[in-house]
């Protein structure tokens, strides 16, 4: 079963920047996409960017399109998620998850993930 760890969280002022990673172990890591959430306090899980496990293949939220960059290494088991500029909206819980449904260039749902780590916690101040 696959395991998830996020760590990278932290406090930054607005404009500032952020490297979050998630650290993967256990399942066959070929057959994953892995993707990042955020859920900030009173509002909902939202979908921040993916990464397929095995071509690289991304895709990002609208929202931070531009401003994060997902990415892994070919030679550990952590996949990063890059944040610039940020902004005191991106204060959430950040929270990896893993995917095996193929692969889609349209915003992920919750419950196309079958795995999730604890979260890590982001806060932009202005």
């Known amino acids: 079963q696959v395991r998830l760890v996020e760590s990278g969280g932290g406090l930054v002022q607005a404009g500032g920047s952020l490297r979050l990673s998630c650290r993967v172990s256990g399942g066959f890591f070929s057959t994953y996409s892995i993707g990042w959430f955020r859920q900030a306090p009173g509002k909902e899980r939202e979908f921040v960017a993916i990464i397929q496990w095995s071509d690289n293949k991304v895709y990002y939220a609208d929202s931070v399109k531009g401003r994060f960059t997902i990415s892994k290494l070919n030679d550990n088991n952590d996949v990063y998620l890059q944040m610039n500029n940020l902004k005191p909206e991106d204060t959430a819980v950040y929270s990896c998850?893993?995917?095996?449904?193929?692969?889609?260039?349209?915003?992920?749902?919750?419950?196309?993930?079958?795995?999730w780590g604890q979260g890590t916690q982001v806060t932009v101040s202005s």
């Open positions: 998850a893993a995917s095996t449904i193929l692969f889609k260039t349209t915003v992920w749902d919750t419950s196309d993930f079958r795995s």
